[in-house]
Nanobody
Framework: QVQLVESGGGLVQPGGSLRLSCAAA?????????????MSWYRQAPGKERELVAP????????KYADSVKGRFTISRDNAKRTVYLQMNSVKPEDTAVYYC???????????WGKGTLVTVSS
């Protein structure tokens, strides 16, 4: 079992920045084991479906971004710390959402979710 704990959410003004973190923990989750998980950030705005924001491959060599955040958000990972980050720059009110961390274990297809962290963009 893997636990994912997001942090870093809060209230930020339009045009500001925020960095979200997702720390992974669990019995037997070594740094090598964590490196076998593909990680992603999703978000769900009020009244909308959950959407994929940015995935990152196991070694961090490949990333993708939703068109709505391309050029503003950056996903990264530190396998030694078993942590994934989402750097959010030039935020907009439409970025307001609960942001969820997702882990996909590549060798057997297991999926894990965090409980989410709320980001509110407002002046």
């Amino acid at each position: 079992q893997v636990q994912l704990v997001e942090s870093g959410g809060g209230l930020v003004q339009p045009g500001g920045s925020l960095r979200l973190s997702c720390a992974a923990a669990g019995y037997g989750l070594s740094t090598n084991a964590f490196s076998t998980y593909a990680m992603s950030w999703y978000r769900q705005a009020p009244g909308k479906e959950r959407e994929l924001v940015a995935p990152i491959t196991t070694a961090g060599g490949s990333t993708k971004y939703a068109d709505s955040v391309k050029g503003r958000f950056t996903i990264s990972r530190d396998n030694a710390k078993r942590t994934v980050y989402l750097q959010m720059n030039s935020v907009k009110p439409e970025d307001t959402a609960v942001y969820y961390c997702h882990a996909h274990r590549t060798y057997d297809g297991m999926d894990y979710w965090g409980k989410g962290t709320l980001v509110t963009v407002s002046s």
